[in-house]
């Protein structure tokens, strides 16, 4: 596509996700963990640990533009980065439509895709009140594009860097993000890289960086005015004590009996947010990593998302308790996000079908004799 398009294109796709967005968007207090949410960002306090605190800090400010109903005002905070989520997904798109395609072409191979993400139902529902989920997801989505242009565009080393920041970023508002951690191993793998002991040093210091939003925590403690304070971590140790627990639930969790669970759920969730359309484009494009040495350059999103949802099915049940995993779509998220360069794969591989067999047609008559 044009440079002018490869911007405005995106921002057109992001506008219209954020409108779509706010018509759905709750006028305030849902339910859940948002007035929590609320209370922390509303005296900059401490919300339930592992953290959110970047969330909380950004919170404030929707809430110091809306005073007067500071529920409606981060619930348009979630909606705002929730349709940013999707201006970066359009852009991570762009890198993967086939050249070959007339502009319309890309246009509806780009919108398709972002599309199927955009009004996924577990999506949507979390654009629409104070959830810190979609939050996470723009800066994943931002370490995902940031990532595809270091190893699939020739991009410089500054791409890496800001891979590794956002990606620090995202951390902090969610562990399981960690799990991401297997898409640049596998492109490092697929591209044969060489590698660059400096520069992955200096990629360690960008994501420890962006991993330092942490200490929010330890240093607000620290300060003990009277404020919104859930749970108590007032020092670094504190902290590292808490992260390196073995089970996100002080509760009894659910352990192997809940594995068939989370793998029906798993499949449900997968069916209810991609669709029939869905699946039919995972299909066409894992068909086409297997068979086309020059889709495997797209293996690494094929391989990254199918361990997340190992990883969530099998793990899940380890550290949540049998109500929580009710809501385990969440953490899905990522997954879908991964699946939009295999979704434009897909798009790709059926245009281009389509436009093979309107080839052969073309000169035919309706009885068969070429003209």
């Known amino acids: 596509m044009s440079k ?20 759905t968007n709750a006028q305030g207090l849902f339910w859940g963990d948002g007035g929590e949410f609320i209370a922390a960002s509303s ?57 070959k395609f007339s502009r319309i072409q890309k246009m509806i191979a780009i919108f398709t895709a972002v599309g199927i993400y955009a009004v996924a ?37 500054l791409n890496l860097f800001a891979s590794a920041y956002f990606f620090g970023i995202a951390v902090t508002l969610g562990l399981y993000a960690l799990l991401l951690a297997i898409l640049p191993l596998a492109m490092w793998v697929v591209t044969k890289r060489k590698f660059n002991l400096k520069i992955f040093l ?22 003990k005015p009277i404020y919104y304070h859930w749970e108590k971590i007032n020092s670094l140790t504190a902290l590292l004590k808490y992260l390196s627990r073995k089970s996100y639930s002080n509760e009894v969790h659910v352990g192997f009996i809940g594995i068939p669970f989370t793998f029906t759920k798993t499949l449900k969730l997968l069916f209810a947010n991609i669709g029939m359309w869905g699946i039919v484009l995972l299909i066409f494009s894992g068909w086409s990593i297997i068979s086309d040495k020059k889709e495997r350059i797209a293996a690494p999103y094929f391989f990254s998302a199918l361990f997340l949802t190992l990883a969530f099915i099998l793990t899940i049940p380890f550290n949540l308790t049998l109500i929580q995993m009710t809501e385990i779509g969440v953490y899905f998220i ?36 070429r003209i």
Request: proline share 5%; hydrophobic share 55%.
């Open 202 to 223: 200096l990629s360690a210091i960008f994501f420890i960086v962006g991993l330092s939003l942490w200490l929010y925590l330890p240093i607000r403690s620290a300060i």
């Open 334 to 369: 990522p997954v879908f996000l991964l699946c939009i360069p295999l979704f434009i794969i897909g798009i790709n591989n059926c245009l281009l079908y389509t436009s093979d067999a309107a080839d052969e047609l073309d000169g035919v008559d309706l009885g068969g004799r």
């Open 4 to 23: 002018k398009v490869d911007f405005i294109f995106p921002l057109f796709c992001g506008l219209l996700a954020y409108i779509v967005y706010e018509l």
């Open 43 to 99: 005296t900059l306090g401490i919300g339930h640990a592992y953290g959110h605190p970047l969330f909380w800090l950004v919170g404030r400010i929707s809430i110091m533009l809306s005073p007067s109903n500071p529920a409606a005002g981060m619930n348009h905070l979630v909606a705002l980065f929730s349709a940013g989520s999707c201006f970066v997904i359009t852009l991570l798109a762009q890198n993967w439509v086939n050249d």
């Open 121 to 157: 139902p577990t999506v949507w529902s979390q654009a629409s009140y104070v959830e810190v989920y979609n939050f996470q997801a723009f800066f994943l989505a931002l370490a995902v594009y940031f990532l595809d242009r270091y190893f699939f565009r020739k991009g410089n080393n």
